[in-house]
C-alpha cells in the first residue's frame, strides 16, 4: 500500500472564508521568535514603507508593488493550506510538503537557468551581502558559483526523497530517526536557492513575470516551516554531509547548523511581513468579492 509518491506538485486549496480580522490572527511572523510557536508579531505598513524608504530603497523584491501572488494563492486561505490534516502523520504531513517544495523550487529555478552562469553568478549569494558554502564529504566548506551550488542541492534533495529508507512510500515502513535532521537540511538548501533568486534574479523575474509564483511559494514555504516546527529549538545528534552519509556526533555541529539558519532566515524577514500582510489584504478582498457575488445571486 503506497502512501505518498515522491513527486508531484503541492496541494491546492480554496477557502472562502473571511480573513482574521485580529491582526493576532495573521501570518506576519517575526523570524526572531521561537520557532516551537506560531507567535505573531504586528509590523504596519507605515512601518514597513518607513524600513524601504530608509534602508531597502534599491532592493525590488522589497517594494510594495511587487508583493504580487499567483491568483490561486491570493484567493486560498493560506491558514488552511499549511495546516496538518486531522488523522495525517506529523512526518508523513512533512514529507509531503517537502516533495511539493522540492518541485516548486526547482521548476522556478531551471526557468532563471540561463541567467543563472557561473560567469554572471561565480559565488552563491543571498540577500544582504550573505553568501552560502558547500559542506563536503569531509565536512570541509567549498566555495561554489550559484549553479554549481544549486545543482548540487538538487540532486543531493532527489536522491534523499528517493531514498525509500528515508522518505518511504509504503505504510508498512516507518520514517528514520534521524528524518527532522535531514528535513532541517533539506530545507535550508532550498533557503538557499529562493533566496538567490530574490538576491540577484529578481529583476529577470519581474520580467518574465514569474516574481508571483516566487512571492507566493517562499509566503507558503516560510509559513510551512514555522507551522510544522521543522525549524525547532532542538537538534538531532545525526549529522548529513553533502554525499548523504549519515553519522553521529555531538549536538553541536546541529546547534549551529541551527543558529546559521536562523540567521540566514531572518535576511529575509521583512520580506516575510510585507508578503504576509499584502496577503491578507489580497485575501480579505477576494473574500469579500465572493461575498457579493453571492448575495447578488
Known amino acids: ?14 477557502d472562502s472564508s473571511p480573513p482574521p480580522s485580529d491582526p493576532s490572527n ?3 511572523i517575526n523570524l526572531n521568535d521561537n520557532y516551537n510557536q506560531s507567535s505573531i508579531s504586528s509590523i504596519t505598513t507605515t512601518q514597513l514603507n518607513s524600513y524601504y524608504s530608509s534602508t531597502n530603497g534599491g532592493l525590488l523584491y522589497l517594494q510594495p508593488e511587487y508583493a504580487v501572488f499567483t491568483r490561486s494563492l491570493a484567493e486560498c486561505n493560506i491558514h488552511e493550506l499549511i495546516r496538518q490534516p486531522n488523522g495525517v502523520d506529523k512526518n508523513e504531513w512533512i514529507a509531503n510538503n517537502i516533495v511539493a517544495f522540492f518541485n516548486h523550487v526547482n521548476a522556478l529555478y531551471n526557468a532563471m537557468c540561463d541567467f543563472c552562469t557561473p560567469t554572471t553568478c561565480p559565488v552563491m549569494t543571498g540577500p544582504q551581502n550573505s553568501s552560502y558554502l558547500w559542506l563536503d564529504e569531509r565536512n570541509k566548506k567549498v566555495k561554489y558559483s550559484a549553479p554549481q551550488y544549486i545543482d548540487l542541492s538538487m540532486m543531493f534533495i532527489q536522491k534523499t526523497l528517493s531514498d525509500e529508507t528515508i522518505f518511504p512510500t509504503r505504510l508498512d515502513q516507518q520514517f ?50 514555522i507551522t510544522s516546527n521543522t525549524i525547532s529549538t532542538d537538534c538531532s545528534i545525526v549529522h548529513t554531509n553533502s554525499s548523504g ?45 465572493k461575498r457579493k457575488t453571492t448575495n447578488n445571486e
Request: with cysteine.
Open 176 to 225: 528514520p530517526l534521524y528524518f527532522d535532521s535531514l528535513v532541517r537540511k533539506m530545507v535550508r538548501l532550498l533557503f538557499h536557492a529562493v533566496a538567490h533568486l530574490y538576491a540577484v534574479h529578481y529583476r529577470q523575474l519581474i520580467e518574465l513575470q514569474l516574481h508571483p509564483h516566487l512571492n507566493s511559494l517562499f509566503l507558503h514555504f516560510i509559513s510551512f516551516l
Open 245 to 289: 552519509t549519515l553519522s553521529s556526533s555531538s549536538t553541536t555541529p546541529g546547534q549551529t547548523d541551527l543558529r546559521e539558519l536562523r540567521t540566514e532566515l531572518e535576511t529575509l524577514d521583512v520580506l516575510y511581513q510585507l508578503l504576509a500582510n499584502q496577503w491578507r489584504h489580497v485575501y480579505g478582498q477576494a473574500c469579500a468579492q
Open 1 to 14: 500500500k503506497q502512501r505518498r509518491k515522491n513527486e508531484g506538485t503541492g496541494p491546492t486549496v480554496k
Open 26 to 28: 495573521g501570518l506576519s
